[in-house]
């Protein structure tokens, strides 16, 4: 008894060898851009504006080899009995990866007079 492959046998195989010898197509790439998101606080409300903003002397930016911008004081409602207010000074800081500019935090009055909010500066 002679044992015969057929042509049917054969074809299959050579095609399913052919597939593996192929190489695999690239992978399929996505950009995602994300956006900063600003910091959620707790709303610092103050029943009465703040004083008027201290003058700075800006002094020269320290040495750094990344780009750093100065962010203006700004007073800081504490509550406290006598003196309510804190003066935070300015400061240098290194500019985040993305960011082009720092919009400073500032006390807006609220609609109808119940307070005065604060909005933190972020980066743009």
């Given at each position: 008894m002679r044992s015969s492959v057929s042509a049917?046998?054969?074809?299959?195989?050579?095609?399913?060898?052919?597939?593996?010898?192929?190489?695999?197509?690239?992978?399929?790439?996505?950009?995602?851009?994300v956006q900063p998101q600003p910091e959620v606080a707790m709303a610092t409300i103050a029943p009465m504006p703040p004083p008027p903003p201290h003058s700075e002397l800006v002094p020269p930016p320290p040495p750094s080899g990344e780009p750093m911008v100065w962010q203006p004081g700004h007073w800081q409602y504490t509550g406290a009995a006598g003196n309510p207010w804190y003066w935070r000074e300015g400061r240098y800081v290194t500019v985040p990866t993305g960011a082009s500019a720092w919009v400073p935090g500032v006390w807006q009055q609220q609609v109808g007079g119940s307070g005065w909010l604060w909005v933190a500066g972020h980066w743009a």
């Amino acid at each position: 008894m002679r044992s015969s492959v057929s042509a049917c046998m054969v074809l299959p195989a050579l095609v399913a060898l052919a597939a593996c010898s192929s190489p695999p197509p690239p992978p399929q790439t996505t950009q995602v851009i994300v956006q900063p998101q600003p910091e959620v606080a707790m709303a610092t409300i103050a029943p009465m504006p703040p004083p008027p903003p201290h003058s700075e002397l800006v002094p020269p930016p320290p040495p750094s080899g990344e780009p750093m911008v100065w962010q203006p004081g700004h007073w800081q409602y504490t509550g406290a009995a006598g003196n309510p207010w804190y003066w935070r000074e300015g400061r240098y800081v290194t500019v985040p990866t993305g960011a082009s500019a720092w919009v400073p935090g500032v006390w807006q009055q609220q609609v109808g007079g119940s307070g005065w909010l604060w909005v933190a500066g972020h980066w743009a």
